[in-house]
């Protein structure tokens, strides 16, 4: 470990106003009005840091059609968010050791409200592959430095409360932006969703420029092999993001172009980490990684960050299938906003460390027990029949996400203030890969079952039999007053039909889905609970055993002081004795040991 190099002279800080990490600012006393200040900051920051994706990703498909966008290029857009804001932490946890968060900020949000604005202008797809990419660094900037301001709207000992909070924010801006997006492209096209991204960034740099959080320590951080690994593992994540991202779109065996592409990115991560695991002070630690607990500690992020795209992937996908409009749709997701509201209100109400195990179980159960409930779903189900599958996916979230940082900061901070940035960069690759992960592989699962399911009802449809005849004149029938030609008539009805089984084959699918992000919670469920009866097993059998050495300890002593009494006793009826010389030398040592009277 290097020795820590002070770029500027710490102030005299009181106890309570030292800053926990460097980077991280002090916390002195605030007016009560200055606090308040602080927290509305948070918001405006947690906002802006996670409404640019969700503006972009609810809309994805009018922003498709509008700008002529193919589904792999607008997947490339995806990508370029996820890929900055996986990796920006690794720029952003020793920037702001070395010049503070603020500039890291001011930097971030500059550029963001830039290409907003230049986006505006040129309305290119390459300027909106920048503006995606500029998007994720911002997100990333945003909601840490949220999460800072957050932590000074209230005294230190609500600090756990105030991160819970500062993070959860940022939860909040997928359903808002379900809700603020008819009312958006209702008076225009995509430019409104981008007017409103670059006025969010411009008033968050204002914001920052206007209120800057307390000073804190600023020492050397940067190393050169820094640049060098951030080299390696930056393309890396970018290639494995794009697998993922466009596998099914372009299919995972039909693009060989996927393969090549995976090659590298295992090249690329293997050669960085093996870089990290060589140096003296890496960005990395590898091996916490092969701690078991931090394995525990990873599966349990990347799954229960793949139970929550049951809500991203499989309702919205089915809604979309089944034709609903974002307007249809907006009930919905207010009861989604609330859900995660409380959800995060009941996390910062109830957070501890000895509460994170039972609120991350809370979670679990919620997210499986909506799973369940959107079973047996039909084409005739609309949003309200989500309701309240939905409001508990959305309570899980809001309640999984403040422990599941705690629990990793801790688990990172056991070896040493120096595992802090390979915990945040953990959290924050299990959450962006694990959401991509899930949506791969549910896509994935979805479209072989579409297909499966596709070719069974084709099967069944015989138009010798008499309900597909039927139904076959009944849509003949009403297009009668549209269509004059009988032949395009016909064709035009077997089209129909064969989009209702499409749409069919698209529920059925669905409903497998959600039967799979199920089984999925209750597998995991039961591991845990395994995992929680060994560990109680474990410790009763640790107080059993300590509890018997006691008992013996104790017996042991019983039978000393008995032979010492009888020994006394035989002293007492003998002549005294002159003492051995060996007693003699050693108390007298003794003696000469202790300190002169006063």
């Not at 007016?31 to 503006?55: D, F, K």
């Not at 900020?105 to 550029?111: F, K, N, V, Y």
């Not at 997006?181 to 204002?206: I, T, V």
């Amino acid at each position: 470990m290097s020795e820590t190099v002070y770029l500027r002279r710490p102030p005299d800080w009181e106890e309570h106003e030292k800053p926990a990490l460097p980077g991280s600012p002090a916390m002195p006393w605030h007016a009560p009005w200055e606090r308040a200040c602080y927290a509305l900051v948070s918001v405006l920051l947690g906002l802006t840091g996670g409404l640019g994706n969700a503006l972009f990703t609810a809309n994805l498909p009018t922003i498709q059609g509008q700008m002529g966008l193919t589904p792999s290029e607008a997947a490339w857009l995806s990508g370029a968010y996820v890929t900055f804001n996986v990796t920006a932490n690794m720029l952003v946890y020793k920037f702001r050791q070395q010049y503070g968060m603020r500039l890291f900020a001011e930097i971030g949000l500059g550029l963001y409200a830039l290409l907003s604005v230049l986006h505006l202008l040129l309305g290119s797809p390459q300027s909106l592959l920048l503006l995606r990419g500029a998007s994720g660094l911002a997100a990333a900037a945003c909601i840490s430095l949220g999460t800072l301001y957050m932590l000074q709207a209230l005294p230190r000992i609500y600090v756990l409360k105030m991160l819970v909070l500062g993070v959860g924010v940022s939860q909040l801006a997928t359903p808002l932006a379900w809700l603020l997006s008819p009312s958006l492209l209702d008076h225009g096209q995509w430019h409104n969703l981008y007017m409103l991204e670059a006025g969010l960034a411009l008033l968050a740099f204002a914001a920052v420029v206007l209120l800057k959080l307390p000073s804190g320590v600023h020492i050397q951080a940067f190393e050169k092999r820094d640049f060098l690994t951030m080299a390696l593992l930056i393309p890396g994540v970018g290639m494995l993001v794009a697998v993922l991202v466009q596998g099914t779109t372009r299919w995972w065996t039909n693009a060989p172009e996927l393969a090549w592409l995976l090659c590298g990115a295992i090249v690329l991560l293997l050669a960085g980490l093996y870089l990290e695991h060589h140096r003296s002070n890496p960005l990395l630690h590898t091996r916490w990684f092969t701690q078991s607990a931090t394995i525990r500690f990873v599966v349990g992020a990347i799954v229960l960050r793949f139970l929550t795209t049951e809500q991203s992937y499989g309702v919205v996908g089915m809604m979309r299938t089944l034709g609903m409009t974002p307007e249809q749709m907006q009930p919905l997701f207010v009861v989604i906003f609330a859900g995660t509201l409380i959800g995060i209100a009941l996390s910062a109400l109830t957070f501890g460390l000895e509460n994170a195990g039972k609120q991350l179980l809370a979670a679990l159960v919620l997210l499986g027990v909506g799973a369940f409930l959107d079973f047996h779903r039909t084409s005739l189900d609309r949003p309200a029949d989500f309701y309240l599958s939905q409001f508990l996916l959305a309570l899980g979230s809001g309640i999984f996400m403040g422990p599941l940082m705690l629990l990793g900061m801790v688990q990172g901070l056991k070896n040493g203030p120096s595992h802090m940035l390979t915990a945040i960069l953990t959290i924050s690759m299990t959450q962006a890969l694990g959401g991509l992960m899930g949506s791969a592989l549910l896509g994935t699962y979805q479209i072989h079952r579409e297909q499966t399911y596709s070719v069974a009802l084709v099967q069944q449809i015989n138009p010798a039999n008499p309900l597909v005849a039927q139904r076959l004149q009944l849509q003949q029938q009403q297009l009668a007053s549209t269509v004059t030609d009988s032949m395009l008539r016909t064709a035009q009805g077997t089209a129909q039909l064969a989009a209702t089984v499409r749409r069919e084959a698209n529920v059925l699918a669905y409903n497998d889905v959600f039967h799979v992000v199920a089984l999925v919670a209750l597998a995991y469920l039961a591991w845990c609970l395994l995992e929680i009866g060994q560990a109680k097993h474990a410790a009763v059998r640790a107080a059993r055993h300590a509890h018997q050495l006691l008992e013996n300890h104790s017996d042991v002593g019983t039978d000393a002081a008995n032979t010492t009494a009888d020994d006394e006793e035989d002293e007492s009826a003998e002549p005294e004795r002159p003492a051995p010389a060996a007693a003699t030398s050693t108390v007298s040592a003794a003696a000469e040991a202790q300190p002169p009277p006063r």
